[in-house]
């Protein structure tokens, strides 16, 4: 069975988002065959369109307008219902982003439909759409499918392979004029924690440290090591409530869930709160002094040490391959 | 003020996960106040510590969560509910925990709700935003800082590590995220408090729903364990040594760099 299944696209840092690369491959499964129809919000989106169908969308609807340009769940809630209501989609797909994880129950409840949040695997199977994802902090998996109404997904971040850019695709980019009155919630500011750069939750190499890094200085030999591999420095909560870094840096249930293809986890124990955030990582790598440390259990490869020996002969190696290559 | 907390509660997932008959085994394991929802029941105390009113909390369950629900009253809440659905529903999910909870507010006037952001065992984060869209009202998630003056609410909101400064008015409904406040301990007197104070416990019937008006709206085909991670390679020898073959591991094993 065909359907019609629309994407809502993000921008971050004046670019797309890689999640929303992600969506519309997972859009295309759930699609069948049927249209895929990205949706952009905000005052630029004309700019960004083309970049979606180059990425696998058939379409781009945009609603260009200035209460769009930053995100409230009434403005986008209202925008979204008006594509809706002239697409009448039976599928649509969210990143498992702040926006996508705010904004899918609310237009899922307007719809009176089940929603799936986030999947990690979308497969066709026996005439159903099956939808995994995990449970029990990581700990476990379900299979889920929709009963009712229709199909929301929101998709964790690095996890759908995205479909192969190709500049020869082309689609129609439409403006549809929205109305958006009445924002009961306004942002006043936006305070900057983040880093430029790497998006943690898109990284594909994480280096990461935790209370045993003893110091914010104690980063700088990860951050070093993060650059030789071109991936992003992220951290335990222990680390964080220490004030040896910033809480935007923190990994797991509470912080960033990431699914990089490298992790290396340096001085953290491996509480089950980090693993929520980072257990589904293609690779791990602990270096931890401590053999009895839990996040031996989840690591490929473990390195039983003291992380400022460890890390500088790390970078080193590192740094050797790249000139050899 | 009029405050809910919306509670769960939550398989400790710091437990060993066991699947029997296609589902988490919960015989015996270990069951607590999902930690999210104690960010909530604290700020909900300081709220109403400061402005006046009454604390209630909710849960959707069976009556094993009059344990959490005490235990929140031991906290400091005024009054709980819990909506036993236990004999009503079999087939529960987002949308009907949403539905019931929103149909016994309808009616309550609430000016402040405060839910979890989200659940450390099913783990979707959509019950708050959910309940808020059936009443009609607007919502904040994961907030880490609540100021209400008058009418007038000022938020801090977490935004994958970026905050946002946000305006809003009551009612309102906010999920809390780690960092909002620290939740007390329930104290002696207060466990003993708790004991007296109201515990209502209402079925789907008091709220005049029958079992098709909450039918969930996805349905769970099954649950598995992660394929068993071989046990990782501990390096030995030199530790120069190690962090060699950890590279060349790495390069040619994992294929990751
Ligand atoms: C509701 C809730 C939510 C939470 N959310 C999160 C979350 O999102 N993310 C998170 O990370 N935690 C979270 N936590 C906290 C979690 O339970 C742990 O407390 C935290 O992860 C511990 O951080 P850590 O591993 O850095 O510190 P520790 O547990 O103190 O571990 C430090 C490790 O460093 C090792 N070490 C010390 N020195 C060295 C050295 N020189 N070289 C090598 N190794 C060394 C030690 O052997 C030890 O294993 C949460 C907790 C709660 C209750
Ligand atoms: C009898 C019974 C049968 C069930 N059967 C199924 C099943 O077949 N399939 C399935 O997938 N799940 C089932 N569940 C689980 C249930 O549907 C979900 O756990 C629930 O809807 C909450 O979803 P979540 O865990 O994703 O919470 P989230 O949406 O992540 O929770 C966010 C916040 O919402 C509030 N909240 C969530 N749940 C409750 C609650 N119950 N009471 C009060 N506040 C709450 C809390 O503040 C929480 O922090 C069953 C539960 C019960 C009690």
């Known amino acids: 069975m065909s359907r019609k299944v629309i994407t809502l ?33 905000g005052e630029s989106a004309q700019s960004y369109a083309n970049e979606l169908i180059y990425y696998g ?35 649509i797909v969210f990143g498992h982003t702040a926006l996508g994880k705010d904004l899918a129950p609310k237009l899922a ?31 476990a998996f379900e299979k889920k499918i929709v009963t009712d109404g229709v199909i929301f997904v929101t998709v964790r971040p690095n996890n759908i392979p995205v479909l192969e850019r190709d500049e020869a695709r082309s689609g129609n980019v439409t403006n549809l004029s929205a109305n958006i009155k009445d924002l009961r919630t306004i942002v006043k500011e936006v305070v900057r924690k983040t880093a430029e750069g790497v998006d943690l939750s898109e990284a594909k190499v994480i280096v990461a440290g935790g ?11 990860l951050q070093e090591l993060a650059e030789v591999l071109g991936g992003a420095v992220g951290a335990s909560r222990g680390a964080c409530d220490a004030g040896y870094c910033d809480y935007s840096l923190q990994i797991g249930q509470t912080g960033k869930v990431v699914t990089p293809d490298l992790y290396i986890a340096c001085g953290i124990s491996g509480a089950i709160q980090h693993l929520a955030g980072m257990s589904n990582s293609k690779v791990i790598v602990a270096i931890n002094k401590d053999s009895e440390a839990n996040i031996f259990k989840v690591a490929d490869y473990g390195i039983v040490g003291d992380l400022f020996e460890v890390v500088p002969l790390l970078t080193e190696e590192f740094k050797k391959l790249k000139v050899r290559s | 003020m009029n405050i809910f907390v919306l509670m769960k509660r939550t398989f400790d997932t710091e437990e060993k996960i066991v699947i029997a008959n296609g589902k988490v085994n919960e015989d015996g394991a270990e069951f607590i106040i999902n930690p999210y929802d104690e960010y909530a029941i604290e700020e909900a105390i300081q709220v109403r510590d400061k402005h006046g009113g009454e604390i209630t909390v909710i849960t959707v369950g069976n009556e094993d969560a009059e344990k959490e629900l005490r235990t929140a009253l031991a906290m400091g809440c005024d009054k709980a509910v819990l909506i036993n659905v236990e004999d009503d529903v079999e087939e529960q999910d987002q949308y009907t925990t949403a539905k019931i909870i929103a149909e016994y507010l309808k009616d309550k006037q609430p000016d402040l709700i405060l839910a979890g952001n989200v659940a450390i065992d099913g783990g979707s984060g959509q019950v708050g935003p959910r309940v808020a869209e059936l009443l009609g009202i607007s919502y904040v998630t994961t907030i880490t800082k609540l100021d209400i003056d008058g009418g007038k609410v000022t938020i801090v909101r977490d935004v994958e590590g970026d905050e946002e400064i946000i305006e809003a008015s009551l009612p309102l409904l906010v999920t809390a995220q780690q960092g909002l406040n620290e939740p007390r301990y329930p104290s002696l007197p207060g466990i003993m408090k708790a004991k007296k104070k109201p515990l209502e416990e209402l079925e789907l019937d008091d709220l005049d729903l029958e079992e098709d008006d909450v039918e969930a709206k996805t349905k769970t085909i099954e649950v598995f364990l992660p394929p068993k991670k071989e046990a990782g390679k501990i390096l030995q020898g030199e530790l120069a040594d190690q962090v060699k073959e950890l590279v060349t591991l790495l390069r040619t094993e994992a294929k990751v760099v």
């Open chain 1, 9 to 41: 696209a993000e921008i971050r840092d004046g670019s797309l988002r890689n999640v929303s690369f992600e969506a519309i491959a997972a859009a295309k499964t759930i699609a069948q065959g049927g249209e895929v129809v990205a949706v952009l919000l």
């Open chain 1, 57 to 91: 969308a058939d379409r781009v609807v945009t609603v260009e307008n200035e209460k769009l340009n930053h995100y409230t769940s009434d403005g986008y809630g209202q925008a979204l219902m008006a594509v809706i209501d002239s697409e009448k989609p039976e599928g």
């Open chain 1, 109 to 139: 409840t307007k719809l009176n439909s089940g929603l799936v949040s986030d999947v990690v695997a979308v497969e066709e199977a026996g005439g159903n759409l099956v939808f995994t994802r995990p449970i029990y902090s990581g700990k």
């Open chain 1, 211 to 221: 209370r045993g890094v003893k110091s914010a200085d104690g980063f700088k030999p």
